[in-house]
């Protein structure tokens, strides 16, 4: 069975991208394709990706009028990704055109989350763009929005995430933000390591300096697979 790992491809540029990837595996990780990647390359990168064995999450987090964002998913869909996302705040009628357009889609459909709130954002940074009430509160109050919508799943950090699992059973829980222990934050606010993450109840993790910023990207990648089995890589085992 493939690992719950995602790979962030968070590169500028396709020949950066496609070199890391390159060093991993497809049959034990997934990766990312964002804003940034996506911008340069465009869908070729997709395919690319496609032709080496990965499965895609198409990272676009499409936030806009029900119509626009339709359109947008039908043609993600069209690309064969396995996964792509919205932001949950562009309300019901946006989430339900997005899930009419992934459902419309011939052969599999991709899975469509939804984006609560983002893992860089905390309860002072929501304060002052108008949300009342704490982070957590928020998340769920977006999860619900997603569930009752029919998506497949939402992100959300880890720490809000054994909370969804007891709340929304039917949901996927995609959490960005991991980070290893002892390791930097970055602009990540809040961040857990995959270990902690997967006993708090997330499906999928989001991975993206600890492995790509690596001297070995495919060590790491082991590293972490070995975090999550409860064992010591080769390399770390004690002599």
Not at 8 to 24: K, P, V
Request: contains cysteine; proline residues 5%.
């Amino acid at each position: 069975m493939i690992s719950p790992l995602i790979v962030a491809l968070d590169y500028a540029n396709d020949r950066e991208a496609l070199a890391l990837a390159a060093q991993l595996d497809p049959a034990v990780c997934r990766v990312k394709v964002g804003k940034e990647l996506f911008t340069t390359a465009g869908p070729a990168i997709v395919v690319s990706l496609q032709r080496m064995g990965f499965e895609v999450f198409l990272d676009l987090k499409f936030h806009d009028i029900p119509q626009t964002v339709a359109k947008a998913c039908k043609a993600a869909a069209r690309l064969g990704v396995w996964m792509l996302n919205v932001h949950a705040s562009g309300g019901r009628a946006m989430l339900l055109a997005a899930r009419e357009a992934v459902a419309s889609t011939e052969g599999r459909p991709p899975l469509l989350i939804a984006v609560t709130v983002l893992t860089s954002l905390d309860d002072a940074a929501l304060h002052e763009i108008g949300v009342s009430g704490a982070a957590r509160d928020q998340v769920r109050r977006l999860a619900a929005l997603a569930a009752a919508c029919a998506l497949d799943g939402v992100v959300c950090a880890a720490q809000e995430a054994m909370e969804l699992r007891e709340a929304f059973p039917g949901l996927l829980r995609v959490t960005p933000g991991i980070r290893l222990a002892g390791g930097a934050q970055d602009d990540q606010r809040r961040t857990m390591t995959p270990a902690a993450a997967r006993a708090a109840g997330s499906d999928f993790l989001v991975v993206g300096r600890p492995v790509t910023a690596a001297a070995d990207p495919a060590l790491a990648l082991r590293q972490i697979l070995a975090e999550l089995a409860g064992r010591l890589v080769d390399s770390e085992k004690p002599d």
